[in-house]
């Protein structure tokens, strides 16, 4: 019997199993596809390194460099560029400077005299307590301009969402509640001494050969213990442990666990949904996930014209615009020069997100032809057919939307892992999307898992001592 049986070799799959190596609990990860990582994936073509999905982590990522220094590749990180500082925002057919200080601020031009007196007037606003979306937050406390201009091209970034949906409190939860303790965010971004030290000498990650080198290094670890190409994976329900019978090339194969980890996408989860109860079947399917393609150009340095000198910085993002569907374009080649040969440039974009659907069911021609019009356009390239595209992915499911009501769905789902019904749950939909947040939140399962373990252990003692 398996303590734990492990669906899905992402991230936060690949986390968990390597938190109960540690621990010693016996465990199989189950993986249908052949290789270990989900959307962790670095390809090296030709010349260029690309990045299919993540590309960075900050250095505020407390459990991967744990996880790095664990797995002993420390000499494997690379940091960014000091250039990869610099983010732009696409806005008024032009690329301007993110104020990175109170001096940059007072002359930026992307917001104008008064957006930036709606913004100091933060300090006066009373506080709200009642969940609500981006929107209605950013705006009640900041301004449209703040909105337009900051907001809701930071969140194409991140969640390629939609202001209008997603939940500030799901979303900025620090920012929630820097309000709800100091009554204005603004004043409580001053006073917070924690706050401000998280700020202090940020910088960014990834490593030399990309990515991929994370899960690569935890797949290598666990090896054995991660079988791939696993499919048709049914489980249920014996008494009080798990059956789990799936195929590897046409062979049937079962295991006995006392406990399932779910590390799969929330809609994925509906296929087990007979093991449920109803009500977090249907909160976890009720989670939205946003589309993205990834569009990876590469283009001789001479043909940057006008913006070569600017090219000094991590990239850009896009503000709301009727006919825009680029959310942003990262320089890759800026931040890890090392990418792409001397004289070109590596410039990888997203494209698509909660206001553009879409693209999941356009072809990849049609997804090209749209990102190199787009590129071409927001980067002044007036020669369009000198953006050579390299590489495609199309991400249906991209990045789990954390619209209004997303924190209290996730309490359904924290309520049935403390039931001690041998279910729990991983992945990017429930405390925060990025790869620190998925491990940390694997991190959270597996104690969990272990304090029911705990349980089953005495249990069954109990059972022998008095049968
Ligand atoms: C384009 C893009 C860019 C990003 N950029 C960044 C970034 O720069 N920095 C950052 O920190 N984060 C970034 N993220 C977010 C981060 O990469 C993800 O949130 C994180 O990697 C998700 O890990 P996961 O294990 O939860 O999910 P996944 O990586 O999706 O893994 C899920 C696994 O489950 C498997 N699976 C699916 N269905 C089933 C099933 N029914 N049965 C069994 N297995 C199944 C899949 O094959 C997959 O291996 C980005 C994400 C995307 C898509």
Redesign the pocket.
Known sequence: MKDVII????????SAGFELYKNNIDFQI????N??????ETRQIGDYLI????????SL?KE?LELVRELGIEDLLQEASPKAKKRYIYRNNQLMLVPSGLKEFIKTDVLSKEGKTTLLEELLIKKEEKEETVQDFVERRFGREVLKNFIQPFLNG?YAGDVQKLSANAVFPRLKSLESKYRSVLLGMFLSSDFRKSFKGLSLYSFIYG?ETLPDAINNKLKNKITLN?NN?EISRAKDFYIVNFKVNNKTINYTANSILF???AY??S?YAYLLPKNVTSEITQIEYAP?A?VVHAIDKSKIGALQGELNGFGYLCTKEPHRKLLGTVWTSSIFPNRAPENKVLLTS?IGGALYKKIADQTEEEIISLTAKEVAETMQISDIGSLETIYI?V?TN???QYNLGHPERIKHIEELMNKNTGLFF????LYG??????IKTSKSAVEKIKRFLDITVKKQEALVTHP
């Open positions: 669906i899905g070799a992402g991230i936060a799959g690949l189950l993986e249908p596809s290789r270990a990582g989900g959307v962790i990045e299919g999905g993540p590309n960075t982590f900050s990522s991967i991140v990515m696993a994976i590390a799969i996408p994925a989860i296929k993205i990834t997203y992915k991400h991209a990045i789990p991983t992945g990017n939909y999307i990025s790869i620190n947040d998925t």
